[in-house]
């Protein structure tokens, strides 16, 4: 029989053009992963952005005059190239009744913890994966942790990093590594001469560059979500002249993930829904996607259909934005999953039409 290939978020299929996809979360047909598409080699792909330049080199230097090898795609713009260039990249959701953007043969997977292995087993010497080895033995040190917990994202992942700018991408793989993690950099942070801190102890609105367009959550609100999640930090250290943004994302474990795929007949949208509601459960809260069991207490707009046992969220800035028991506010849209033997309802948070009306948030009554 051949071999089956499974797929989890944040692994990276590669296709025989050179196309970069990145698996996206955990619901996928055998043998094959929806995906977003993250870079294309400059053979077949070119854009004017110059945010998009990216170069096979590791400790890139500007002075080095080299020449761009693959570009990024932003916003909608990998789907629109897939659509237009490479539609055999396109896999038909049964459920949803579309295509979206998946592989069935990519010629490899880059998997992000055997990346990491491999590249702290024979580390190139910058001053970017020294620093990447400083966190690691930190958080390590300070925990029951160990390098199998850990994987390696973004552009380290693909060797296009840039040690003067580059940030470091992390995975913490598993709920258990996960708790371990927040807890040792919740440590950290009430250490204020501690070379690892909070990303969000001083992220001030006004002075941050970012471009906001949520229209029920504002970006005086984001600090106090991001700062609490406990995921994203900052090290200053010796080993590199600036301040670098640390990221740890989540990963499920293997035998964590729960693919439903297989039993979805049909996913239907039935409106849109504006409702208050209790978290009953937030243990795959920070996993994309996010699923947070709830209690409905109210419907303010929308079907009064208050039999809706949870949220599945797709959108970044809603991964880990609230905590059991907490009374929240979420706005979304209402859909009817219909599994193989039962059917129940869901909000879902994504991308597509009122993407910035959606909402996910503390209710302040």
Known sequence: MPKITKFRDRDAP??????????????????????DVEYAPEAIYKTSDPRAIRYLYRG?????????????????????????????????????????????????????????????????????????REVLELVIDHSQLKIKHFGIFGSILHNFY?????????????????????????????QSSFPIQNEFASWNYKTTTKHWHFKNYTIQEYPFYEYRKLI???????KIARPVKIE??????????????????????????????EVKDDRDAFFMESIYKIEILEILEG???????????????????????????????????TLRNHQFYQITLSYGPNYYDQTLKIYKK
């Open 303 to 337: 079907p009064k259909i208050f039999e809706i046992p949870r949220i599945l969220s797709f959108v970044e800035e809603y991964r880990g934005q609230v905590q059991k028991d907490e009374e929240v506010l979420i706005e979304g849209h209402l859909e009817k999953v």
């Open 162 to 190: 840039h040690v003067d700018y580059s940030d470091i991408d992390l995975i913490i793989y598993g709920r258990g590594a996960l708790k371990q993690l927040r807890e040792t950099l919740a440590d950290f942070y009430e």
């Open 60 to 132: 890139f230097s500007e002075r080095n005059k080299m020449h761009p090898r693959y570009y990024k795609f932003y916003f909608d713009g990998g789907l629109q190239f897939i659509k237009e260039n490479y539609p055999k990249y396109q896999i038909f959701h049964k459920a949803l009744k579309k295509n979206l953007v998946g592989i069935t043969q990519p010629t490899r997977v880059m998997r992000p913890n055997q990346v990491l292995l491999q590249l702290m087993q024979d580390p190139p010497q910058d001053t970017l994966i020294n620093t990447l």
């Open 14 to 35: 590669i296709s025989k053009e050179g196309i970069i996809f990145r698996t996206y979360g955990y619901m996928h047909p055998e043998n094959a992963c929806f995906c």
């Open 248 to 277: 740890f994302e989540p990963v499920k474990n293997w035998n964590e993930i729960n693919n439903e795929y297989p039993l979805q007949l049909q996913i239907e949208r039935m409106g849109w829904i504006k409702a208050i509601a």
């Open 232 to 238: 994203y930090a900052i090290i200053r250290s010796k």
